[in-house]
């Protein structure tokens, strides 16, 4: 077969440019470091171009996200005095386009009550609560309310729920004078509140992770709250603590019909170790979720999982989102508690996923979550690489390209999948590779950061290749990768399996190859640059 040359041999334009939940108990067991107040050349080389990071200190869940009058709020758990986990406040940012974020002032700080955790936020437009003000809707916060104090004398009560209100679309915040207003009747773990209206019964949903199981609580107001049902004690994924649910109704694309999703992070017992979503799949009549029966009965090992990768935690998605939009759109903590406090940046600690677009499909009598980033993302592209085909031989085949790897959109297409193994390897001068792909013979993707660069500050880093089932039989396997410098986001089958991972380069990656057991042919290669920055 005739040779061709393939992809990608690209000279970076700069180094590495710059941008804008394991049980909550045990975050603080990294030791504390000093926050640089300047940012070094390492910081330049690892911090992302276009996925959200803090300036300074830590970050991780998202929290509070809503929408309002063309505005995207994105709240998150936040340490601004160090770069490891410790007392929680609300950070705050901001975009119109999801893509380009604004980081904005502390929206929530700890008081009297304890530190601000994970939770919600809904615009309260029929002012339920009355804590509006004339004609101004307010927006609500519930969080969670965690007394480090009441942990360390020996309660099982220290964590409790708190709302507080904006009167200015989220800009400031004010605390509710009669916090908690959801008391914890003794138990350790009573977190990561997530609020939903519930039209047809006119009141709000709470999803509570409560333990090993999501508590479900209803209210006309916001304020006064009262236990609905338990859901999950003995369904799916128990390897560790429950925790950050979201709970929200969506439509079957293929039928129409309605279902509703609840999401639940789990820390550990993910699929490839440490932190990871799951999410089920069923009907919810105001009182209780009933899960399909495709899922009534998935144990530990299952294959509902918003995403497969190691670095995708905690994501929920925004309310409020108008209905002449109609998404739903989600974002995670791009980081695993295996190795979050230790990865090697100094001002700054973790990044967000990009913001993603989710479906709900029906395969047979299966449905299934399908993930895409946010269409916002595609009015960042620039003209790039378009290849209608390409011939790969069993020998590595390069091309060159002027193309930056650190902020670029890559998709493409194999048809004929054949029962062989397709390997895609990032590469640069210092020998250093993130391979990725897809075996035939196996039927399951894998992700292999253990020679990428960075390893030794965790081992459990770079130990273990990840891998994912595919779950669709199509004979031809679309692919989507996001690649932002230090992160790479891979949508297969459409975004039927997603996997996310970080990587520590020694210098940028600059070229891409492919590599098969058998020849194979490449279609509709696209490789756009991303004007950001």
Known sequence: MKKYILLLQISLLTSVGLSSCQDKDKKGAAPQKEVSPAQSEEEFAYRPNFHFTPDSGWMNDPNGMFYLDGTYHLFFQHNPDDNVWGPMHWGHATSTDLITWEEQPIALEPDEHGTIFSGSAVV???NTSGLGEGDIPPVIAIFTYHDAEAEAAGRDDFQTQGIAYSLDKGITWTKYDQNPV????GIRDFRDPKVEWYEEEQKWIMSLAVQDHISFYSSPNLLEWEHESDFGQNLGGHGGVWECPDLFKMTVEETGEEKWVLLVSINPGGPNGGSATQYFIGD??????TPHESI??????????????????????WSNIPESDGRDIFIGWMSNWEYANEVPTEQWRSAMTVPRTLKLKKEGDTYRIFSSPVEELEQYYSAGVEQKEIIVEQ???IASEDINFSKAAISFEIPNLQEQRYEFKLGNTEGEELLFGYSGKDKEFF???GNSGLTEFKDVFGKNVSTAPRTSDAETLKVKIVLDKTSIEIFYDRGETVMTEIFFPNEPYQTITADGEQDFIIENLQINQLKIN
Do not use: C, M
């Open 395 to 397: 020998s590595t085949q």
């Open 124 to 126: 309260d437009h029929n």
């Open 284 to 289: 919810f009549d105001g009182t209780t979720f």
């Open 447 to 449: 992700l292999n950061r």
């Open 182 to 185: 959801l008391e914890n009747p």
């Open 296 to 317: 009534a009965e998935i144990g530990e090992e299952h294959d509902y999982w918003i995403d497969f990768g190691k670095d995708n935690y905690a994501g929920v998605t």
